[in-house]
Every structure is written in structure tokens, then in C-alpha cells.
């Protein structure tokens, strides 16, 4: 199968707009996100309808549960507590329950899926070395995991020196972010996954930055939230 992965949106409309054409020209069997489909931007309400409309299934994140449960909302740094609280405000019942009542962790199309970490998908770790990583692989069983939550793209094999994916080696993928890239290239994030061929693929997204930014400021939301958006920080 062919799949479509990415994850991150942080309610950026234009950013997750152009990421989906890029999948629409793919032509892929199945789509997943990896959560935290809002906070930060200032467009959760059509974020969430594209995603219901285009994904074949999504995990929870921790910007979604703490919009959509108000679970976690106080251990947000200041400026996401403002996101989140302005998300939920503008959200119907029926996108936070959408949010609410997904898993934290998925296993489907032979593939593991989950925001952050297999090993406690609830605690919200961010993966900051080797030993960190090589720790997660006992925590699922399929050849490969795809993972976001730092909004930076890696490659993690189980063996030494396995950065490029390939047959015979088992991985941890984070595919980055759509919506809040934080290394260093401010284009948005969509991986893509050949099961049959252990083939993956990650492409980089321009869209229309200044837009999303403005849109921000326009909501009364921190301008540290749109002036990050330009570096890719």
C-alpha cells in the first residue's frame, strides 16, 4: 500500500491546503495524521474538517487533548495556553468530540502510529537522543512507527548507522510537521510510505506563509506564534 503520513497541522489552513494537493497528485491508498491537528494557528475549525474528510485515521496529540478535554492545557507554554483556549472557543461539539475520541496510538496497514512515543503515548516524550529512541523499538511491533510531536524530521533505525529506510532494518519516522516546522525550513511536511517496497519519501511544501501569519495576528493570538512561522523555528 501506499500511504500518505503527516502530522503537526497546528490549525494552518494554507500549510495543510497544499500539503493535500501534494497527496491528491500521489495518488496514495490511505492517509494518516499523527495529531495535534489544532493549536498555535488560528484555522482549527477547517483543519478538522479536512482532516475528517481526507484521513483514513488520526491519533490524538497533546494540543488536540488540550483543546478538546482541557486536559494537560496548563503544562503549555503560554502562548500555545492562548492557542488552545482560542481553538476551543471557535470549535463546534462535534469537532471536539471528533478530537476526544481519538486513539492515542494505532497499528493498521502494517504500520504503528502514534504523536509522540510507542513506549507511554499519553506522557508526550520527546525522542533527544539514541539511546532515548532505541528504547521505543520494544514498544511496538510492526516494521515501522511513524511519530511527530517535535516537528522535526528524523530517521531512527534499530541498528547503528541505519538512517535511510530500508527492507530488514526496523524504524522510528518522525515526519515532521505540517503547519509549525521547527528545523530550520519553514515549508510544511508530508512523508510518504510504500509498504510493499519499505520505500519512504519526504517532501517539503511551500505555502503562503504570510497568509497563515496574518491570520494569526488577525485572531489576537500571540505574534511570536505568526513570526515563528517565517524561520521555521
Not at 94 to 100: I, N, R, W, Y
Request: proline share 5%.
Amino acid at each position: 500500500m501506499k500511504l500518505a503520513i503527516f502530522s503537526d497541522i497546528h490549525a494552518n489552513l494554507e500549510a495543510l491546503t497544499e500539503v493535500l494537493k501534494v497527496v491528491e497528485e500521489r495518488a496514495v491508498d490511505a492517509v494518516y495524521c499523527l495529531g495535534d491537528v489544532v493549536g498555535y494557528g488560528a484555522d482549527a475549525s477547517a483543519c478538522v474538517d479536512l482532516v475528517r474528510q481526507h484521513c483514513k485515521a488520526m491519533v490524538r496529540g497533546n494540543h488536540d487533548e488540550a483543546v478538546a478535554l482541557e486536559r494537560g492545557l496548563k503544562s503549555l507554554p503560554r502562548d500555545a495556553r492562548k492557542a488552545a483556549v482560542h481553538n476551543r472557543a471557535h470549535l463546534t461539539p462535534s469537532h471536539l468530540d471528533f478530537l476526544a475520541a481519538q486513539p492515542l496510538m494505532l497499528e493498521a496497514d502494517g504500520c504503528t502510529f502514534v504523536h509522540a512515543t510507542p513506549g507511554n503515548p499519553a506522557f508526550w516524550q520527546r525522542l533527544g537522543s539514541y539511546l532515548t529512541a532505541q528504547e521505543q523499538f520494544q514498544y511496538f511491533s510492526t516494521e515501522v512507527c511513524f511519530i511527530g510531536h517535535s516537528h522535526v524530521p528524523a530517521v531512527m533505525g534499530n541498528k547503528l548507522g541505519a538512517v535511510r529506510v530500508r527492507p530488514g532494518v526496523r524504524f522510528l519516522i518522525n515526519v515532521g510537521s505540517v503547519g509549525q516546522p521547527r528545523d530550520g525550513d519553514p515549508r510544511a511536511c508530508v512523508a510518504f510510505f510504500d509498504t510493499e517496497h519499505t520505500d519512504y519519501d519526504l517532501v517539503r511544501v511551500p505555502y503562503d506563509v504570510e497568509t497563515a501569519a496574518n491570520k494569526i495576528i488577525t485572531a489576537g493570538l500571540p505574534k511570536r506564534l505568526a513570526a515563528r512561522l517565517f524561520k521555521g523555528l
